[in-house]
């Protein structure tokens, strides 16, 4: 029970606010520097997630395939389309496509009846017991498999063989409809049908070719060939192709073409520049974070501090609280530095006499006050892309014991930034969390509850002090009036 001031007529509440004001400036201030961690930590992953982004741009430039600079078409689409490789070389090219590469298809040469007159379902009992042998692959038929569980069987059985096989009945047709997954002439099958003795099944031939015949045999199973530049491809297993860097696709057999290719510079060109571009508004983000001005007499507000300002006040005071947040911070500074080497650094895995450093190709870093932005020399870069694609290629995907291309280096040091960056401040993308900072806010929030408790401890104290002094002095009160009642009540 608390007893304010109806003795000593003192107002013990302001009294006892005001002492706990001294006691609680430790605790202001512990929770003080819990919000500008928080802050620093929501920056921290502000930026982790712009350099993550940064690291998807540059995985491109990691891979031979961006930098493809060179362009075909077929003059014969309907006979094969062609696409470019990197190691596509300039030039003209007589292609011709032969055959193309089919795929074995048997299918059952007429519906299928459960009864007569009755068209058969795929949930329909077979009806007959027996084997199916394909290609040496036998297959156990009971009377009481459906259709359906006979394909499936036949699809199983198949499943890790040459050739496997999908199959199924189609309820529409009555029929079984059987395909090979691959195609060339290897995919070849043939089905014939026994019964439990091990003799020719009409019956059960019946129920899947359905033409009077006791063997079926698979239509199709070809392989692709054709002509380039007068050689002879041929037992194509599929209908795809890579020659001399060009990857062609075989339609139908056609007459002969000529394609030609050419470098086109447009696509790795916009590449390059859509990511210098990106990088250099990153750069410029981490080089303010590190240079910004601190504020130290400007301290997160505490609720109380908010009460008595207004919300232009509080808006102007937490922008200069918030100033400087990760100025000087060591991991930003190794993050620019290492981006700085991993752009300008010689490429060491590359052949003497051969593209080895940007600047080779119009790209170059300004002022070391600009944090390493990168400056295009759009001409050189187009001549160098034209001229020597290969050795633009190399410049950026090289990957070497001697030493990284500069888009693998890149991606590699964007990646270690990310990780370190998370390390320190965690990742919003992330829901497991054992950052630098993320401890140590727990560690704040553990020592502010134990601080709450103790100053819960001294308020309790403090009141109970004035409440016994509050009571003793009531209690002297009452003697003093018992005392003069007493001496002067019979006067």
Do not use: C
């Amino acid at each position: 029970m608390r007893v304010g001031g109806l003795a000593s007529g003192m107002d013990t509440e302001s009294i006892v606010k005001d002492m706990m004001k001294v006691q609680k400036l430790p605790l202001d201030k512990l929770m003080q520097q819990k919000v500008f961690t928080e802050w620093q930590q929501e920056a921290f992953r502000e930026t982790n997630l712009s350099m993550s982004n940064l690291r998807t741009s540059a995985s491109n430039m990691r891979l031979q395939s961006s930098f493809n600079s060179y362009s075909a078409a077929s003059p014969n689409p309907t006979s094969f389309t062609v696409a470019t490789t990197p190691t596509a070389m300039s030039g003209s090219y007589k292609v011709q496509v032969t055959s193309v590469a089919s795929a074995a298809k048997f299918n059952s040469a007429n519906g299928i009846e459960k009864s007569a007159g009755v068209a058969a379902k795929s949930t329909d009992p077979i009806g007959v017991a027996g084997k199916i042998d394909i290609n040496g692959q036998s297959i156990d038929v009971a009377s009481t498999d459906t259709f359906a569980d006979v394909a499936k069987k036949m699809q199983d059985a198949t499943a890790t063989s040459v050739p496997s096989l999908k199959a199924s009945f189609d309820n529409t047709t009555s029929r079984f409809f059987i395909a090979t997954k691959g195609m060339g002439s290897e995919q070849a099958f043939t089905m014939t049908f026994t019964d439990a003795n091990g003799s020719t099944s009409q019956e059960l031939a019946d129920k899947i070719v359905n033409n009077g015949a006791t063997t079926a045999v698979a239509s199709g199973a070809t392989d692709g060939s054709m002509l380039f530049d007068g050689i002879e491809i041929n037992d194509l297993k599929s209908n795809q192709a890579t020659v001399n860097g060009l990857t062609i696709n075989l339609l139908q057999a056609g007459t002969e073409s000529i394609i030609t290719v050419q470098s086109n510079p447009e696509k790795p060109l916009a590449m390059i520049k859509d990511f210098v571009d990106k990088y250099n508004a990153s750069i410029e983000t981490l080089q303010k974070q590190i240079i910004e001005k601190r504020y130290p007499d400007f301290q997160p507000l505490s609720d109380e501090q908010k009460k008595d300002l207004t919300e232009k006040e509080i808006e102007l005071w937490e922008e200069k609280a918030r100033s400087g947040l990760l100025r000087n911070d060591p991991v930003l500074k190794s993050a620019m530095q290492d981006l700085r080497r991993a752009f300008m650094d010689k490429v060491s895995g590359i052949a003497d006499g051969n593209i080895n450093h940007l600047s080779q190709i119009g790209i170059n870093t300004g002022s070391y006050t600009e944090g390493g932005k990168l400056f295009i020399d759009e001409k050189k870069l187009s001549e160098a892309l034209a001229n020597k694609p290969d050795e633009v290629m190399a410049l950026f995907t090289t990957r070497d014991a001697a030493g990284n291309g500069v888009g693998v280096r890149v991606y590699d040091t964007l990646n270690a930034v990310v990780k370190n960056l998370s390390e320190k401040a965690g990742s919003s993308s992330s829901s497991i969390d054992n950052s630098t900072l993320s401890k140590k806010i727990k560690q704040m929030d553990e020592e502010i509850s134990r601080w709450q408790d103790r100053l819960t401890r001294v308020e309790d104290r403090y009141w109970k002090q004035f409440t016994a002094m509050e009571k003793a002095l009531s209690q002297m009160n009452s003697q003093s009036t018992w005392m003069q009642q007493s001496l002067f009540g019979g006067a």
